[in-house]
């Protein structure tokens, strides 16, 4: 009898247990890669590789960045290796310095038809960004807009451009307005029906520098221009250079309510010798 109670205990806690076992949910594994910001970089001539730039924000895990938009086109990324500049170099990044130039080099998978600059990415960036194509363009822009733009700055309008507009109508607009004393202002917007989002560029007028060194105190359309626009769920989002007499800048812009804020920069130089 003894050995009969023993044995129905130990069935009853074996059956307890693995049913509890049982009930228990599976453990899931997550392995979701994480976003990162993104980094920018210039191509050699042949458009297979790239350099990335000195940015504010150290590139800690190039091997992290595993892609390329560059303008309308993205390809997988290989990271090759971190390379220092040789006595060769003049000190520019820029293609034709491509070869002597510092930085983490980077092999470009895919074929590149156009395009000198590229902004690094990961998995993560491509599953909540979408390019969204666009077509250059240069006409004066609407009177309707116009006089949006005129009473939201309250100040005359010198000269103002829509440089690019999307396939559902939306445009960007390049607007110089005119100067108040020593106060001068460009505004690049995005318009879409009655939404309209900023990038402003307030500086002091100089008629030699005013917003890049040398630019004689214009805002020149060919100096600003877009690189590449990108849809997410908080809007439209774009990549941006501008050039100077000494170099150029990168920017990659996000909106915010009314203002487009920059969420990486990068600086390049590249004066003529």
């Given amino acids: 009898m003894k050995s009969l109670f023993l044995a129905i205990l130990l069935l009853t806690l074996y059956g307890c247990d693995n049913s509890q076992n049982q009930s228990k949910p599976p453990v899931k594994s997550e392995n979701k890669e994480q976003l990162i910001s993104p980094y920018f970089g210039f191509l050699n001539q042949q458009k297979d590789s790239l350099i990335a730039l000195p940015m504010d924000q150290a590139m800690e895990s190039p ?4 892609y390329v938009i560059i303008e309308n086109q993205v390809s997988p990324l290989g990271f090759i290796q971190n390379k220092t500049d040789n006595k060769e170099s003049n000190g520019r990044q820029t293609a034709q310095n491509f070869a002597n130039s510092e930085g983490s080099l980077f092999t470009i998978k895919n074929e590149i038809k156009s395009g000198d600059f590229g ?10 960004y979408k390019i969204e194509p666009f077509t250059k363009v ?3 822009t ?3 807009v116009k006089e949006i733009l005129e009473k939201k700055y309250k100040r005359k309008i010198n000269k103002s451009t829509t440089v690019a507009v999307l396939k559902d109508k939306a445009e960007f607009n390049l607007t110089v307005f005119e100067n108040q004393q020593d106060s001068a202002l460009a505004v690049f917007s995005y318009v879409k029906e009655d939404q309209l989002i900023n990038l402003d560029f307030p500086a002091t007028y100089d008629d030699i520098s005013t917003w890049r060194v040398d630019d004689g105190g214009q805002f020149d359309n060919e100096a600003f221009q877009v690189l590449t626009v990108l849809r997410s769920e908080a809007g439209i989002s774009f990549v941006s250079i501008f050039w100077g007499a000494e ?3 990168l920017n990659f812009y996000q909106p915010k309510k009314d203002k487009f804020t920059s969420a990486a920069q990068a600086y390049g130089y590249s004066s003529p010798l």
């Fill in 63 to 66: 091997e992290k960045y595993n």
């Fill in 138 to 140: 240069e006409r004066e």
């Fill in 142 to 144: 609407t009177p309707e």
């Fill in 247 to 249: 170099g150029y800048e």
């Fill in 119 to 128: 902004m690094l990415v990961n998995q993560a960036f491509l599953s909540q």
